[in-house]
Each structure stands twice: as C-alpha cells, then as structure tokens.
C-alpha cells in the first residue's frame, strides 16, 4: 500500500480505483498549497497527482524523497522540473491528447469571439439595451472564412486547431520546431519560418510548450512584425507572449486584438488587459470541460496504478527515468 496526494478535489470514482488498488489517498480541497503546505500534505507520498499551478521544483523533490511518481493534471510540464526529478528516478507524466480537441476548440471560440466581438456587444447590449439593428452597429468586426490562420507549434493542438480551419477554408500556415511533412498534406498546411508567418497571417494562434526556447517568443519585434488587423490567439502558456509589449501593441492599435487563455503571472492578470475591449479574456479553461476533465483525472491514475504497480506508466514524460526505478 502506498500513499497518494492529490492536490485538488477529484472525481470520485478515480479516487475509487486508487483505494481499490489498496492505496491510501489524501485529497487537498481547497485553496492552493504553496510550497510548505504542499511539503507537508505529501509526506511520504509516493504517488502525487498535481494541477499545473502546483510548483514542482528541486525543494519539492528534495523535501519529498519517497515520491515515486509526478502525475500532472495537463500536457504541458513547465511547472515541474523534470530533470530534477529524472536524476531522483521519479517519474512524471502528463495528460496528452485526451484534452486536445477540448483545447483547440477553446482556441477557436477565442478566435471567434475576438473576430466578432462577442463578448463586447453581449456586455453592451446588457447594460445599454438593444438599441435596434443598424448597418454600420459599433460592433463590427472582421472576416473568419478565408482568411489566412497562422499556427505556432504544430503538434496535437496546433494541428487540431488547423483541422477545424479547413472548414473555414483558411490558409493555414504553420511555424514549428520540426517540418511535419505528413500533416503539411493532410491539412494543406504550409511552413514558413516565424517572422514571415506573422507577416502573412490574419489570426496567429499559439500552441506551443513553455520552455527557456519559447518564453517571450512573441515579444513587440514579432508583434510589429504582425499586420495591424491580425488577431493574436493564445492557448499555450502566458510566458510566451511578452505581455507588457502585448497590452502596448493592443493600447496603440498596433494589431486588431487578442484572446487569451493564458497569461504570464497567473493567477494575476495584467491590469492593462483588463481595460481594452479589444481582447476576450479567459481564465486558462483550455481543458475545462466535464468529459476531458473526467478523461485527464482517469490518465493521471492509470499513470499513478502504473508506476506504483512497477509498470511503465502510458504518458510518462521522461522515459529516462524508467530503468532505474
Ligand atoms: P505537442 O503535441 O508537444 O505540440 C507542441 C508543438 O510545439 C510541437 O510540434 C513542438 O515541436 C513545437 N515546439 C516545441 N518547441 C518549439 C519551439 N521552440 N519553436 C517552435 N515550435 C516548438 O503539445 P500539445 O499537446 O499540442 O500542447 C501544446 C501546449 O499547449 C502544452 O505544452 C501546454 O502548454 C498548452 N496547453 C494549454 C492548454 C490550456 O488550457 N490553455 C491546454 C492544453 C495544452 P516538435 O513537434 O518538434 O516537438
Ligand atoms: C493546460 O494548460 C495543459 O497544459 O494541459
């Protein structure tokens, strides 16, 4: 029987299968831990499913020697530091491809909403009232079909994001680490290199992961590179945008708008966003729907009965960690 410590409130029949398995589970359902609470509630853990707010670093590992498995509730896994815990021999896995279509979904209802102001006539209309249909109504906003979709990082949900533009019969351009010849011809989806890609595209989604490659990767040069009605989409991490030239380049009208799911400092919110109304802002629920969320709780513990029956887990992220646990 092993220990596991959940740092968020779980669905119940996942922490059935855990205790099922003849595991004891300890679930925090509440505010955030922080690092000294976080210490404390997995004492002896030696399974720890955590959210990607929870910071995952050298102290946490160290502070927790019996720890066996990191399993993160999300894909991306800048919130742990996964070398660190390959040289401890403790295994970390994510939660790919069971959140991709929910994601790239949110990435294009951002896309939509900041192209057509929704967010801004629906706010209008309840405080002002419909004031009768005109031609030229102060909400008008911008082509979708047609236009040109340009996609940072064409992984899972950056492709998933392409995929849903063909019905828009987008061009759809692609920056990525890697040429992805196959997907190139499935999608019809061309490479450039970033800069022009900014230069050619109406709408810029990004879909990438945050690493020390990709922080401010969007900075004001690749903003000033970007037309003045493109559209900035972000769905990967805050961080890879830098968001003070960010609100500078909406303040100045230097682009048309952005949506964001992500921002730098979350849980903050740069105050300059929080005034224009030319940004839809959400609260990173990329993956935030009931079926995904019951599908990415139901990954992290097959990782979890995994790793602590000494089986490979399904999404481990650092494979060079396996052989010497
Ligand atoms: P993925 O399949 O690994 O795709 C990421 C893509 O980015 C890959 O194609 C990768 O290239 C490329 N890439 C990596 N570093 C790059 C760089 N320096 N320059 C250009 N391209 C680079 O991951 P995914 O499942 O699509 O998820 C992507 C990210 O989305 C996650 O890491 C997470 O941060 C974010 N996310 C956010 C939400 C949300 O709620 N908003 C939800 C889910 C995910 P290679 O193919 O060469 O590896
Ligand atoms: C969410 O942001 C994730 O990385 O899954």
Redesign the pocket.
């Known amino acids: 029987m092993a220990k596991v410590a959940i740092t968020t409130k779980f669905f119940p029949e996942e922490l059935a299968r855990l205790k099922d398995a003849g595991h004891e589970v300890v679930v925090h359902d509440g505010q955030p831990l922080g690092k000294p609470g976080l210490l404390a509630f997995a004492k002896e853990a030696e399974g720890l499913i955590v959210l990607l707010s929870d910071r995952i670093d050298e102290e946490v590992l160290e502070g927790l020697p019996t720890l066996r498995i990191v399993a993160n509730l999300?894909?991306?896994v800048?919130n742990i530091d996964v070398a660190g815990a390959t040289r401890r021999g403790v295994l970390v896995t994510n939660t790919?491809d069971v959140?991709?279509e929910a994601?790239a979904d949110?990435a294009w209802a951002l896309l939509m909403a900041t192209a057509r102001r929704v967010v801004e006539a629906d706010r209008d209309l309840r405080r002002e009232g419909f004031p009768g249909w005109t031609f030229l109504p102060k909400h008008l906003g911008t082509d979708v079909y047609g236009k040109t979709l340009g996609i940072?990082?064409?992984?899972?949900?950056?492709q998933a994001v392409a995929r849903r533009a063909q019905g828009f019969a987008m061009r759809i351009l692609y920056?990525?680490?890697?040429r992805k010849p196959e997907a190139e011809k499935a999608l019809g989806a061309r490479f450039l290199p970033l800069h022009e890609l900014l230069g050619e595209s109406d709408y810029v989604v990004l879909?990438?992961?945050?690493?020390s490659?990709?922080r401010h990767l969007i900075g004001a040069r690749e903003l000033g590179l970007m037309k003045k009605e493109a559209i900035l989409v972000n769905?990967?991490?805050g961080p890879v945008v830098d968001e003070e030239a960010l609100v500078r380049a909406l303040q100045e009208g230097r682009i048309l708008g952005a949506g964001l799911?992500?921002f730098e400092r979350e849980p903050e919110v740069h105050p300059g966003l929080i005034g224009l109304r030319n940004v839809v802002l959400t609260p990173?629920?990329?993956?935030a729907t009931w079926a995904t969320r019951r599908r990415m709780a139901a990954l992290a513990v097959d990782n979890v009965l995994a790793a602590l029956r000494g089986q490979r887990p399904p999404t481990l992220v650092n494979p060079e960690a396996w052989p010497k646990t």
């Open positions: 999300g894909v991306g800048d790919p959140l991709t994601t949110l940072v990082g064409f992984g899972r949900i950056g920056f990525s680490r890697t879909c990438v992961p945050l690493t490659e990709t769905v990967a991490r799911d992500v990173h629920i990329g993956s």
